[in-house]
């Protein structure tokens, strides 16, 4: 079945990075798109970008524009979201998701806890 | 960054019918981008319930409808169930801001 599998939590301290992994399986991963969801607690959902698993192009929400850089491996089927410079406000669930404009986000990973904390 | 406006919370007793109302702008829904619908039960990743305005993906109960006007989209689940206590979200494109993916403020379905 279609599936996403992300890293495991992560707390990282002010200023530091953070990469989260996201490994898709019963598809062909290079035929579809790779989105990069995060919801901070008791939040709603905020898009971050997108990669073009196919080509490895990128589109980022101008909000992370700077900070965020997400990245594939086809060879391994997997996408990789990496947030810069990171700050408290920056603690959330990072998810993502196979899809786009028009099919919508379908599956989802589990997600991945990010704490930002000194 | 364009945001889709959505009632806090609806509420209803089992068996009834809900509605929730998703409002955007010209840039997003207005211009014909297709609303997509998420279910987010506690604790878990969000779900697709509605694709494409309106199309159930495969194993969603048909008590799940949704509908687009002009701007704004609706998503309604008649005959109510304990099991449909949740957040849930809408979604679309944004032409605007070299263009972006933009979900719903979020509602809270409450089971009474």
């Known amino acids: 079945q279609v599936q996403l599998v992300q890293s495991g939590a992560e707390v990282k301290k002010p200023g530091a990075s953070v990469k989260v992994s996201c490994k898709a399986s019963?598809?062909?991963?290079?035929?579809?798109?790779i989105q990069w969801v995060r919801q901070a607690p008791g939040q709603r959902l905020e898009w971050m970008g997108w990669?073009?698993?196919?080509?490895?192009?990128?589109k980022y929400s101008q909000k992370f524009q700077g900070r965020v850089t997400i990245t594939r491996d086809t060879s391994a089927s997997t996408a990789y979201m990496e947030l810069s410079s990171l700050r408290s406000e920056d603690t959330a669930m990072y998810y993502c998701?196979?899809?786009?404009?028009?099919?919508?986000?379908?599956?989802w990973g589990q997600g991945t806890l990010v704490t930002v904390s000194s | 960054q364009s945001v889709l406006t959505q009632p806090p919370s609806v509420s209803g007793a089992p068996g009834q019918r809900v509605t929730i109302s998703c409002t955007g702008s010209s840039s997003n829904i207005g211009a014909g981008f297709d609303v997509h619908w998420y279910q987010q039960l506690p604790g878990t990743a969000p779900k697709l319930l509605i694709y494409?305005?309106?199309n159930r993906p495969s194993g969603v109960p048909d008590r799940f409808s949704g509908s687009k006007s002009g701007t704004s989209a609706s998503l309604a689940i008649s005959g109510l169930q304990a099991e449909d206590e949740a957040d849930f979200y809408c979604?679309?494109?944004?032409?605007?801001?070299?263009?972006?993916?933009?979900f719903g403020t979020g509602t809270k379905v409450t089971v009474l």
């Open positions: 979604q679309s494109y944004d032409s605007s801001l070299s263009g972006s993916y933009v």
């Open positions: 998701a196979r899809g786009g404009s028009t099919t919508g986000f379908d599956p």
């Open positions: 990669i073009n698993t196919g080509n490895g192009n990128t």
């Open positions: 494409g305005n309106s």
């Open positions: 019963g598809y062909t991963f290079s035929s579809y798109a």
